[in-house]
């Protein structure tokens, strides 16, 4: 899993979703945010975290992209 806890906390949780290329991952993200469900965990919000990608090398230091996402959850 590509996800790890950045916050625990009584009532909100966040994860943070690493993402290598974002279109490739997006079937893995959607499995991630679907086992949060299933899991009692209620996804209010997720956040893109954007930045250089490694594209950036090839398509100049102007190209930016999303580099992963905050998932903030409230637990069971």
Known sequence: MAAKITHNGEAFKIYYYSVD????DLPGFGAF???LEKA???VI???PNTGFVNASILL???FQGVKGFAVLVRKN
């Open 40 to 42: 009692g965990e209620k």
């Open 33 to 35: 945010l679907e086992s």
């Open 21 to 24: 290329s974002f279109e490739e």
């Open 45 to 47: 919000d997720v956040i």
């Open 60 to 62: 100049g230091s102007s």
